[in-house]
């Protein structure tokens, strides 16, 4: 659960910091390179991880504080936050407050970076005179916003809910789009956008048929 928490909240912090990055290369397509060096990408990736390091000890410190007198069987297929706090016998209360205060930083700050940089990229884009430039600018930022309104919109319903809100069913579908489908679905949503793997697919696609053929 610790190295989920990690991982699932530092992916939060990526998104934003891709929005980041989506706004610099249309904003500054000229400075591009010299604003996102490497220096730059390896802090905003070393932040991510720092912070979610920080917030995840804080809320697992405090899970692992709970009594679990009853069942220990956990009616889900990993070991998550909700389904876990709902076998504790003592107060859940502060563990609550602290997914709830964190969950909230979490996504407020992480949509706050993304919604200001998407903002700016609309600006930019309405600038662009030409039609071919406006499609390569939304292009840019298509796959990206997919994979964020997919991420969040599972995420918020799943953990920013009271724990009494849950049904086994929705906690167990929306939990497997989050953890495998989306994860899954990633890989295929930033690269379609790129023209080697569309060429490559089209040369996969067609020479199956001409061999058919």
């Given at each position: 659960?610790?190295?989920?928490?990690?991982?699932?909240?530092?992916?939060?912090?990526?998104?934003?910091?891709?929005?980041?990055?989506?706004?610099?290369?249309?904003?500054?397509?000229?400075?591009?390179?010299?604003?996102?060096n490497?220096?730059?990408?390896?802090w905003?990736?070393?932040?991510?991880?720092v912070m979610?390091l920080i917030?995840?000890?804080?809320?697992?410190?405090?899970?692992?504080?709970?009594?679990?007198?009853?069942?220990?069987?956990?009616?889900?297929?990993?070991?998550?936050?909700?389904?876990l706090?709902?076998?504790?016998?003592?107060?859940?209360?502060?563990?609550?407050?602290?997914?709830?205060?964190?969950g909230?930083?979490?996504?407020?700050?992480?949509?706050?970076?993304?919604?200001?940089?998407?903002?700016l990229?609309?600006?930019?884009?309405?600038?662009?005179?030409?039609?071919?430039?406006?499609?390569?600018?939304?292009?840019?930022?298509?796959?990206?916003?997919?994979?964020?309104?997919?991420?969040?919109?599972?995420?918020?319903?799943?953990?920013?809910?009271?724990?009494?809100?849950?049904?086994k069913?929705?906690?167990?579908?929306?939990?497997i789009?989050?953890?495998?489908?989306?994860?899954a679905?990633?890989?295929?949503?930033?690269?379609?956008?790129?023209?080697?793997?569309?060429?490559?697919?089209?040369?996969?696609?067609?020479?199956t048929?001409?061999?058919?053929k």
């Open positions: 659960m610790f190295f989920f928490a990690i991982f699932g909240t530092s992916g939060v912090y990526l998104l934003a910091a891709m929005a980041y990055d989506r706004y610099v290369a249309i904003h500054f397509p000229l400075r591009y390179s010299l604003f996102m490497k220096q730059m990408c390896f905003l990736v070393f932040s991510c991880y979610s917030q995840s000890s804080a809320v697992i410190s405090s899970i692992s504080q709970l009594c679990f007198c009853a069942s220990r069987n956990i009616n889900h297929y990993f070991c998550d936050i909700p389904p706090l709902k076998l504790a016998c003592s107060n859940t209360t502060l563990t609550e407050i602290l997914v709830y205060i964190f909230g930083f979490v996504e407020a700050g992480s949509l706050a970076v993304i919604f200001a940089s998407y903002s990229i609309l600006l930019s884009v309405l600038r662009i005179r030409s039609s071919k430039g406006r499609y390569k600018a939304f292009s840019t930022c298509g796959s990206h916003f997919t994979c964020v309104t997919l991420f969040y919109g599972t995420v918020v319903f799943t953990y920013m809910r009271p724990t009494s809100n849950y049904s069913g929705q906690e167990w579908l929306i939990s789009v989050y953890t495998t489908v989306i994860p679905a990633n890989p295929m949503i930033y690269s379609l956008r790129n023209s080697e793997v569309k060429g490559a697919l089209k040369k996969l696609m067609f020479g048929i001409s061999y058919n």
